[in-house]
């Protein structure tokens, strides 16, 4: 049986790795998740074809720039392991990985990007957890619902 499609959105800082970057790379691996219940959502929740808005916080206007796809699962981030990686645990065991990683396609870049603000006025949108005061987790789950507002909301370029 075919599993069912989901949806994400997954924060990336523009100086560390942009929806730009992902255009001009087509593909990426999604290193550095540090946090347990992203690692999880990772690990447990995410398969090949679910769609991933690509979201900036830390650049002006902050909000939703672009589409991804996952095209591989969750496999053990090697950068944990890489004692000169800003993202190495002394902790984390190559035979028993704690943290993974997965691999994205890049689909579209949204032009203009689909602002905070405009997330957080748009009607139906009050669930997300990006909007949510205090959220600050990396990799969150987007409903069906939720991602079809917000292909409304933009014009996906590629």
Sequence with gaps: MAQKKRYWLMKSEPG?????????D??????????????N????????GDGVLFYHSQMQPIGIYG????????YPDDTAF??????????????????????????????????LETLK???GLETMMVIQRGSRLSVQPVT??????????GKPVS
Aim: charged share 25%; aromatic share 12%; proline share 8%.
């Design 67 to 74: 589409i991804a796809e996952v095209v591989r699962t969750a």
């Design 144 to 153: 069906r619902e939720v991602w079809e507002i917000i292909m409304g909301l």
């Design 121 to 123: 006025k748009t009607p």
């Design 26 to 39: 087509g593909t990426t691996y999604w290193e550095g998740v540090r946090n347990y219940q992203a690692r």
């Design 82 to 115: 890489d004692p000169t990686s800003k993202y190495y645990d002394p902790k984390s065991d190559p035979a028993n990985p704690t943290w993974l990683m997965v691999d994205l396609a890049y689909m579209a870049t949204f032009d203009p990007p689909i602002t």
């Design 16 to 24: 560390t790795y942009s929806i730009a970057d992902l255009k001009r």
């Design 41 to 48: 959502f990772m690990r447990d929740d995410m398969h090949v």
